[in-house]
Each structure stands twice: as C-alpha cells, then as structure tokens.
T-cell receptor, first 114, second 117 residues
Framework: DGGITQSPKYLFRKEGQNVTLSCEQNLNHDAMYWYRQDPGQGLRLIYY???????QKGDIAEGYSVSREKKESFPLTVTSAQKNPTAFYLC?????????????FGPGTRLTVT | AQSVSQHNHHVILSEAASLELGCNYS??????LFWYVQYPGQHLQLLLK??????LVKGIKGFEAEFIKSKFSFNLRKPSVQWSDTAEYFCAARTGILTGGGNKLTFGTGTQLKVEL
C-alpha cells in the first residue's frame, strides 16, 4: 500500500526540548516537503528536499532542521529555538502525473509544546 | 511577493445549496493552480488542478473550478453541496519548479465549509 506515513499522530513535549517528527514515503518520489498548518494561516513551507543529501529552506525555516539521508525518509527536528512550535505538521512528497507534478500528503503530526 | 488569497474563511451552507469559494493569486510566471480538501481527520487530498488548456476544470466529487486569467482567479464551485462536503478547502499555486522534480506550492489560508442538514 503506497503512501506517506508520519509518526506519531500526536506528540507532546516540554518547552526547551528538541523533538523529531518522522516522515516516510514508499512512492519512490525524489522531492519531499515539510509544512506547518496553523488555524487561519493555511500551510506554510518549512523545508523541502529535491534529492537525497540535499534540502533547502522554505518560508519559515527558523527553528527547524531536516536531514535527507535516504530517499524514503525526511525527518523534521523542531528545535528549542522555534518560538511557537505548537502546530500541525504535514509532510508531502511529489511525483509525476502526466506532464506535471502533484504533491501527496501524509496524515500529519500534531505537536503540542507546553 | 507571490501569494494566494482565499476570501471566505468560514462558510456555512444548507444541503443542496450551491457553493463558490474564491481564490486569487498573484504570480507572474506560468500558472499551475490547485484546490485541496482536508476532511475531518483525513489526509489533505487533491480535488482538482489546472495546468493548461480548458480553463474550466472538473475534479472529484462533483467539484469544478474556473481559471480566469484576467481576474487572477481560480474559484471552486459545486452546484449542490452535501453534508459530506464539510471540510477545509485550500487553494494553492505553483510558485516554483524544483530541478529534481516536483513543485513548490504557495497555499491560501483555507476556507472552513460546514454543510448543515
């Protein structure tokens, strides 16, 4: 069953702790993305990766870090430097459909930091 | 700056009413536009997309959208909504192409649609 998995679904952390969110895909997609979703703000791009061992900052990368050591995996670390880490985090990957590319999304991880 | 605007943040409709959700974009390059839907507790999924050709595009579940270049708009429509259409709807525009494949998307702020019985 192909798709994108994110774990865990809910995550709770204390302020000051780093936390890593998992994202795995078995769609054989090269490009992967991390978004943050906040009520009334839509989805905002945190980081994206076009290929293994390569990644670029998105629009709101401050306080986050990523790695891309394997094609299937693109974990996101929310560091203690992120001022408002509580949010819903979505991972996506993109694949070719016809002449264009579409993004496919995982189920998300809801992070609560207190 | 490249942006996508959704005018309606919350919409409440009765079943069988017609729906139109507004979306405007500001982007000077080749336009690819998308509508995504997020049903309660489910993945964000693609409703429909516009790349080129016929500006009226049809998607899943009876939804359609019209690309009007002169108005920089890509409004989502459905002639008769159902209770099961209750969800959050996001408009998105491709604002970058990744050399390794894939698109960079900019999303609107979303519209919460509630359909009442």
């Amino acid at each position: 069953d192909g798709g994108i998995t994110q774990s865990p679904k809910y995550l709770f952390r204390k302020e000051g702790q780093n936390v890593t969110l998992s994202c795995e895909q078995n769609l054989n997609h090269d490009a992967m993305y991390w978004y943050r979703q906040d009520p009334g703000q839509g989805l905002r791009l945190i980081y994206y990766s076009q290929i293994v061992n390569d990644f670029q900052k998105g629009d709101i990368a401050e306080g986050y870090s990523v790695s891309r050591e394997k094609k299937e995996s693109f974990p996101l670390t929310v560091t203690s430097a992120q001022k408002n880490p509580t949010a819903f985090y979505l991972c996506a990957s993109s694949g070719r459909v016809g002449l264009a590319y579409e993004q496919y999304f995982g189920p998300g991880t809801r992070l609560t930091v207190t | 700056a490249q942006s996508v605007s959704q005018h309606n943040h919350h919409v409440i409709l009765s079943e069988a009413a017609s729906l139109e959700l507004g979306c405007n974009y500001s982007y000077g390059g080749t336009v690819n536009l998308f509508w995504y839907v997020q049903y309660p507790g489910q993945h964000l999924q693609l409703l429909l997309k516009y790349f080129s050709g016929d500006p009226l595009v049809k998607g899943i579940k009876g939804f359609e959208a019209e690309f009007i270049k002169s108005k920089f708009s890509f409004n989502l429509r459905k002639p008769s909504v159902q209770w099961s259409d209750t969800a959050e709807y996001f408009c998105a525009a491709r604002t970058g192409i990744l050399t390794g494949g894939g698109n960079k998307l900019t999303f609107g702020t979303g519209t919460q649609l509630k359909v009442e019985l």
